[in-house]
């Protein structure tokens, strides 16, 4: 079979997709490419939009090589028979660890010292931080993600609360509802997904609630935070400092970049060695899984 990669893929998988099929790697015209595809995998840079999905004549299975599926058309998708598949699991680690660097950096200012120090400044003084010993991180989406999150930052002495839909049973966290959580948490960490109830959950209305000072981490998805709330409260000092990861349009050049108390990277949630090889032995077994099924 034919399988596209527009997106970054590493060698290691890209030498076991080969195993499976004709490999195309980042085509110049995927419009073009896609007509006699049967196999799509996306990361989540490539939008596979009803448009896209037109050109396709014979595909089997998107593959997402990540969590999130929102870049997928799923209703194109099934309309047109097409499996959509991803990888839930994989990247859980990575984006977790780099929750807890962001809340270690908020708390800190280790990013703002580097940047001082790069311009040649001694500002000690400046940048006196706090510890998350006993600090209060409010946790909104209770997944893997957002649960191994609670057991890293409980390991730093923080009380963890959380706020999910669903709430499961867990050891580490102390449920509430959203109100609860935005009034008492030192730390907000986004880790929910994107659905039309949890759109701009993070607005000017909830950030109202939220304690005078408090830190806002988002490594889920950037349409869960109105930019312009986050712009007003970061700018007036509601909001002592943001750590961003995701963003309503990538690459990120917005006005977000004027202020300095907003830590910002280039979505690198699951970008480790270790994530991406998980990730890519997870989607090879799943498209395995996929052709023994459908032989």
């Not at 870049?71 to 977790?96: F, H, L, Q, R």
């Not at 935005?182 to 609630?209: F, G, M, W, Y």
């Not at 943001?242 to 949630?269: C, M, R, S, W």
Request: charge should be positive; aromatic fraction near 4%.
């Amino acid at each position: 079979m034919k399988i596209i990669i527009p997106d970054n893929m590493i060698q290691e998988v890209l030498s076991e997709l080969e195993k499976l099929g004709t490999v195309v790697y980042k085509p110049q015209d995927l419009s073009k490419e896609i007509k006699d595809c049967e196999v799509l995998i996306v990361r989540s840079a490539t939008k596979v939009t009803k448009e896209l999905l037109s050109h396709a004549k014979k595909l089997k299975v998107v593959a997402r090589a990540g969590v999130g599926t929102d870049n997928i058309d799923s209703n194109a998708c099934k309309s047109k028979g097409i499996t959509v598949i991803n990888t839930p699991s994989a990247s859980t680690n990575a984006v977790a660890e780099l929750t807890i660097s962001f809340i270690l950096s908020l708390l800190r200012n280790t990013h703002l010292a580097h940047a001082s120090m790069k311009s040649k400044k001694w500002e000690k003084k400046k940048f006196v931080g706090q510890e998350a010993s006993g600090k209060t991180l409010g946790i909104i989406g209770f997944g893997r993600i957002g649960n191994l999150v609670g057991q890293k930052a409980k390991c730093l002495g923080m009380n963890i609360i959380a706020y999910d839909p669903k709430p499961v049973s867990s050891s580490n966290v102390k449920f509430v509802d959203l109100e609860t959580l935005l009034r008492e948490s030192d730390l907000i960490s986004l880790h929910t997904i994107l659905v039309p109830e949890t759109k701009e959950i993070i607005n000017a209305k909830t950030i109202s609630k939220m304690k005078d000072g408090v830190f806002l981490i988002n490594v889920a998805r950037g349409e869960l935070v109105n930019e312009q709330s986050l712009y007003d409260s970061c700018k007036s000092g509601k909001i002592a400092g943001a750590a961003i990861d995701v963003y309503q349009t990538e690459p990120y050049t917005g006005k977000l970049l004027e202020l300095e108390n907003i830590f910002f990277t280039p979505h690198l949630g699951a970008s480790t060695n270790e994530a991406q090889l998980r990730i890519g032995k997870e989607l090879v077994e799943k498209l395995r899984e996929w052709c023994t099924a459908n032989r």
